[in-house]
């Protein structure tokens, strides 16, 4: 990475307008293993420094959340070889990136069905959680066994539950009871998502949270992917005109009256 470069890119930032939840779909660590010649499980191995690079970069501009899509119900479908791997891949990063985010002041947060993980890595992911529980500079969102469509379903059948039961009438059934319902009901929204590797879909993640989300696609495969590219797209982010479905003259006219 060159220095020179993350740092004029990271002094354009205007850290007044930063987003405040990023999201990322962490794509490619096979494929750029496969490029370099070496097994899938090598781009996993390289693909945890950038989690570790981008984790500090977000937490060192001020970013509040950060959401790495780890593990999607879908990858459980995987070869069985390279599941055993990751999962044993997540368990050593867990235990040894402990001091970063102590170090960095990050608590470490997990959504999805954490309990379909092996139980030495859900123990491990729990003593963590709660070890940097009382950290304030960042939260690090893990979802881990997630999916979007799963988590929406989850949150019909506890709104109907309730419903029956006579606990909430059909007119609690808005937007914010769904999202309340989520497994992110304690985060806000992301303002910014990106995937890595030159796809451009979502694949299941963050479907309802992501509605006003900005999408932000690179090429770069993901153990490319380091500060010069987070500063690089949270400048991009930064010259979008974020409009929520009204006018320009309507965006403008409100931050004229805030100023």
Known sequence: ???????????????????????IIMDGNGRWAKAQGKHRIFGHKNGVKAVREVSEGCAEIGVKHLTLYAFSTENWNRPKTEVNALMELLFLTIGREIKTLQKNNIRLNAIGHIEDLPAAN??????VMKATSKNTRMTLTLALSYG?????????????????????????????SISNHLYTKDIPDPELMIRTSGEHRISNFLLWQAAYTELYFTEKFWPEFDRQELYKA??????????????????????????
């Open 148 to 176: 979007s469509r799963e988590e929406l379903t989850e949150a019909a059948i506890k709104l109907a539950v309730d419903y029956k039961a006579g606990k909430i009438s059909l007119k609690e059934i808005n937007e914010q």
């Open 234 to 259: 949270i400048l991009d982010y930064q010259q979008r005109e974020r409009r929520f479905g009204k006018t320009s003259e309507q965006i403008n006219q409100q931050i004229t009256n805030t100023n």
């Open 1 to 23: 990475m060159s220095t020179g470069s993350s740092i004029s890119y990271k002094e354009k930032i205007d850290l007044s307008r930063l987003p405040q939840h990023i999201a």
């Open 122 to 127: 859900k123990k491990a992911l729990l003593e």
